[in-house]
Each structure stands twice: as C-alpha cells, then as structure tokens.
C-alpha cells in the first residue's frame, strides 16, 4: 500500500532550528513535496526534491534519500510566523499526491 | 492571473440537501484536482481532471459525488444527499502537467458544514 508518517506534533523555540521527518511509500515515485498550511487556510507550496540530496531555499532546506524512503524538512531561525502544518506528499508513478497527515509546529518565545 | 478560485468560501446546509461548489483554477493549468481535508489530517484525493478528461476518481468517493470540467476550465464538484459526515473543507488545486511533476497551487478552499 502507499503510506507517508510524519510526527503529529513538534514544538521548537523562536530562533532554533527544527528538522521534520518523513517517511514514504509509494507505487512509483515522482519526487517528494513539501507544504505550508496555516490553520484555517490552503497548503502553500515550499519545496520539491527528486534526486538524493540536499535542496536549500532560504530558511527552508529538504532532504532527500531514496533508497531509505525518507525525506526532511529543516527550517532555521525560527519566526512565529512560522507556527503552522507542515504537510509531507509523495507523488507516486501516476503523479497523483499522496499525503501525509501534516505535523503541527509550535514555536514557542 | 490572481491564483486559484473557489466559491463560496462557505457554505451551510441540512442534511439531505445537495451543494454545489465552484473552482476556477490558473489559466494556464491543464491539471484540477479535487481534495477532501477533516481537521489534523493531510488532503484526502477525490478526483482530477486533465483539461476536460476526469482521468481518475477515488475509490472511497461514493456516488453522491460528482465533478464536472465542462470546458478544461472552470470545474464544479456536487454533492447530492448531503451526510453529516461529508462536514470538510473541498479543495481544489491546479496544476500544468507536461510530462514532469509540477507543483500543485491550491485554492482558499470551501468549508462545508452539514446539519
């Protein structure tokens, strides 16, 4: 069957940095997503990988292993603002999405 | 082109009834998809289209839902029979689709409410 596990919940501190974890398994696979959701309102895209490696943007980076099925998402100097979902999608061989169940973070002052 | 478009941004009903709800994706997007999302899970799929083909459904969409792309444009999703289970926000989601994945932008969403 397919599958993506990502924690419920994370909390990190204003400043700090905080790696999501992902896990996957999917017919095929297409590359692996990350999204922003903010309560009450729709996924934003942040970032893509398909080959192995490292994918920096900013205070966002993803991570990719294929061969482990596994991905992350590091966000650095946290904001406030950056208190949100964090959604995890892997798009298996007939590129549909296939989520994950988000992980909550709260950043604390 | 301001994004992707949905309305109306909320809608309440009774059980029973039917609703209809509309998605106007990014021009240029040849790709529309129909999500389903209950609090503190991911989007759950419901169907697709690519320009006016409904190309896959899931399986756990029950006949109650349907969805139309007329003209490879707008797409409307109805929901005959509302339950109270069907209580979710809808959203929709484009994409252009060329052969290589492409990211999906996602509409504000509809949140529905049955009673």
């Known amino acids: 069957g397919q599958n993506i596990d990502q924690p419920t919940e994370m909390t990190a501190t204003e400043g700090a940095i905080v790696q999501i974890n992902c896990t996957y398994q999917t017919s095929g696979f297409n590359g692996l997503f990350w999204y922003q959701q903010h309560a009450g309102e729709a996924p934003t895209f942040l970032s893509y990988n398909v080959l192995d490696g490292l994918e920096e943007k900013g205070r966002f980076s993803s991570f990719l292993s294929r061969s482990k099925g596994y991905s992350y998402l590091l966000l650095k100097e946290l904001q406030m603002k950056d208190s949100a979902s964090y959604l995890c999608?892997?798009?298996?061989?007939?590129?549909?999405?296939?989520w994950g169940a988000g992980t909550k973070l709260i950043i604390k002052p | 082109d301001t994004g992707v478009s949905q309305n109306p941004r909320h809608k309440i009903t009774k059980r029973g009834q039917n609703v209809t709800f509309r998605c106007d994706p990014i021009?240029?997007?040849?790709?529309l998809y129909w999500y389903r999302q209950t609090l503190g899970q991911g989007p759950e799929f419901l169907t697709y289209?690519?320009?006016?083909?409904?190309?896959?459904k899931s399986r756990l969409l029950s006949d109650r839902f349907s969805a139309e792309r007329p003209k490879g444009s707008f797409s409307t999703l109805e929901i005959q029979r509302t339950e109270q289970g069907d209580s979710a926000m809808y959203l929709c989601?484009?994409?252009?689709?060329?052969?290589?994945?492409?990211?999906?932008?996602f509409g504000p969403g509809t949140r529905l409410t049955v009673l």
């Open positions: 021009s240029e997007h040849n790709r």
């Open positions: 999608a892997a798009m298996d061989s007939n590129y549909q999405l296939i």
């Open positions: 289209f690519q320009n006016e083909a409904q190309l896959e």
């Open positions: 989601a484009s994409s252009f689709h060329e052969g290589s994945p492409n990211e999906q932008f």
